[in-house]
Structure formats: structure tokens, C-alpha cells
């Protein structure tokens, strides 16, 4: 059982380069989040899925946009690479009361 | 946007000893939850509770959620080496459509040394 899976694990942009990060769930879960994190602030949510179809912005969508391809997947896309979003980015999904984390993608923009 | 406010950010102490780890707000969460995460992996779940004043143990661990459901605490007995790593709490948004959204606090790197 996979779970949440992403792709890649690491990545090194120069900025403008645009990039898109991958984001499976094999769980038949209908919410898909999500997150980046930086040292000292936890994880703050930069968009999510409640089900197939829709996606919301979260607390720091600027410079991002997703995409809901269909139930198992939701990607995110940097269009115009900063240094500001250097950082590691979770995806998960959502059962009842558990968000399910994949393994993260390491991102640096130079 | 609710804020949580975790603390202390480190932590460093010697195995056998206790320590509590504290998330606070002025928000009230439907729950709260608790995460762990190694370097280089994604926060895995350690519980969630729901109930004011709620109390679960794991092990040597005890979750308590505040009569008010707007701060949390993890305690945890007898600290060993392997309990090393990042603690995360989580409160998930009172009411309303919010499908899951959750708000982190900043997070606790515990080192326990042999």
C-alpha cells in the first residue's frame, strides 16, 4: 500500500523556471492539501481539494497554482520559480480525522 | 487565520527524564491533533483528540485537550532516545466547510540523549 506518493524528492530551479510537483493518493480519500514548510513555522497550507473537481486557496497560495487531475491526483505548479519558495513541500490526504503526509519534496530556488 | 502557538521550539534533555510540550490560541479547534516527523519524511499521527478536557495515552505519552478546546499539551514520561524528532500540533477549524484545513504550530525538535 503506497499511500501518498510525490515526485520528485528534490529539485534545484534558477529563478523564473516553472516546475510542476506531482502528488498521488492511493486511499480513495476526496481531500487533497497542500503544504509547505519552512524551519520554525511549521507547515502552512497553500491550497486544497475538498473533492474531485474543486480546489481552495489556502494560507499562502500566492505564486502557486494546483490542479485536481482526478481523484488520486493533485499537482502543484510553480509557474515563475523565487527564491522565497524555497522550501519543502508535503502533500496529503484526508480520512476522518487523519491527514496522510507523503514523503516531502526538497525545492531550491537559486 | 487561527494561529497555534507551540512551545518550547527546542527541547534537549537526558534520557529518563519528562518533559511537556504546550500548543496554544485564542481559537477553538474542532480537534486537535499531534504529529511526528523524522528528517526527511512527511508528520505521521500520533492521536487526535476531539472532546474539551479529553486525555489520551499512547505509551509514555499523554495528549490532553484544554476544557476550552483552544490550547493542548504532550507529555511525555521517561524520555528515550528513539522519542528524537520533530513534534508538530495541529488544529483543525471549528465548524463550517472546512474539509481538514488544518493550522500548525511551529513545532518542537526534541533530542534525547543516551
Known amino acids: 500500500n503506497a499511500g501518498v506518493t510525490q515526485t520528485p524528492k528534490f529539485q534545484v530551479l534558477k529563478t523564473g523556471q516553472s516546475m510542476t510537483l506531482q502528488c498521488a493518493q492511493d486511499m480513495n480519500h476526496n481531500s487533497m492539501y497542500w503544504y509547505r514548510q519552512d524551519p520554525g513555522m511549521g507547515l502552512r497550507l497553500i491550497y486544497y481539494?475538498?473533492?474531485?473537481?474543486?480546489?481552495d486557496k489556502g494560507e499562502v497560495p500566492n505564486g502557486y497554482n494546483v490542479s485536481r487531475l482526478n481523484k488520486r491526483e493533485f499537482s502543484l505548479r510553480l509557474e515563475s520559480a523565487a527564491p522565497s519558495q524555497t522550501s519543502v513541500y508535503f502533500c496529503a490526504s484526508r480520512s476522518v480525522y487523519e491527514q496522510y503526509f507523503g514523503p516531502g519534496t526538497r525545492l531550491t530556488v537559486t | 487565520t487561527q494561529l497555534l502557538e507551540q512551545s518550547p521550539q527546542f527541547l534537549s534533555i537526558q534520557e529518563g527524564e519528562n518533559l511537556t510540550v504546550y500548543c496554544n490560541s485564542s481559537?477553538?479547534?474542532?480537534?486537535l491533533q499531534w504529529y511526528r516527523q523524522e528528517p526527511g519524511e512527511g508528520p505521521v499521527l500520533l492521536v487526535t483528540v476531539v472532546t474539551g478536557g479529553e486525555v489520551k495515552k499512547l505509551k509514555r505519552l499523554t495528549f490532553q485537550f484544554g476544557d476550552a478546546r483552544k490550547d493542548s499539551s504532550l507529555h511525555i514520561t521517561a524520555a528515550q532516545p528513539g522519542d528524537t524528532g520533530l513534534y508538530l500540533c495541529a488544529g483543525e477549524e471549528a465548524g463550517g466547510t472546512s474539509y481538514g484545513k488544518l493550522t500548525f504550530g511551529q513545532g518542537t525538535i526534541l533530542t534525547v540523549h543516551p
Open positions: 481539494s475538498a473533492s474531485e473537481g474543486t480546489t
Open positions: 481559537s477553538v479547534f474542532s480537534s
